[in-house]
């Protein structure tokens, strides 16, 4: 069983800064990569940005420059620094973990229940 926990959401005016963090816990073999994705009404769920285990790391073009995503490999955990919001960034935040639980196994993706960030104008 594999839980990935989101917090650190909430209410922020435009141009505030808000972390979130994502905990990944449970049969945790390895995490090939770990990211955020966020949904807004009524449109899909997208890319915010994303860490792999090698060192790269991707951001959605909306972001660059104002969201920061780093992790702790130890801990298995994620986290979003966003920084000079926008109500556009207005959305239910996902985390999502590729990995999987055992050497045989293969790598799978995992989502969180969702933190709203919701950005005041």
């Known amino acids: 069983q594999v839980r990935l926990v989101e917090s650190g959401g909430g209410l922020v005016q435009a141009g505030g800064s808000l972390r979130l963090s994502c905990a990944a816990s449970?049969?945790?073999?390895?995490?090939?990569?770990m990211g955020w994705y966020r949904q807004a009404p009524g449109k899909q769920r997208d890319l915010v940005a994303s860490?792999?285990?090698?060192?790269?790391?991707n951001y959605a073009d909306s972001v660059k420059g104002r969201f920061t995503i780093s992790r702790d490999s130890a801990k298995n955990t994620v986290y979003l620094q966003m920084n000079s919001v926008k109500p556009e960034d207005t959305a239910v935040y996902y985390c999502?973990?590729?990995?999987?639980?055992?050497?045989?196994?293969?790598?799978?993706?995992?989502w969180g229940q969702g933190t709203q960030v919701t950005v005041s104008s």
């Open positions: 999502n973990a590729e990995l999987r639980t055992s050497a045989r196994a293969g790598y799978i993706d995992y």
């Open positions: 449970g049969s945790i073999f390895s995490i090939n990569a």
């Open positions: 860490a792999h285990s090698g060192g790269a790391i």
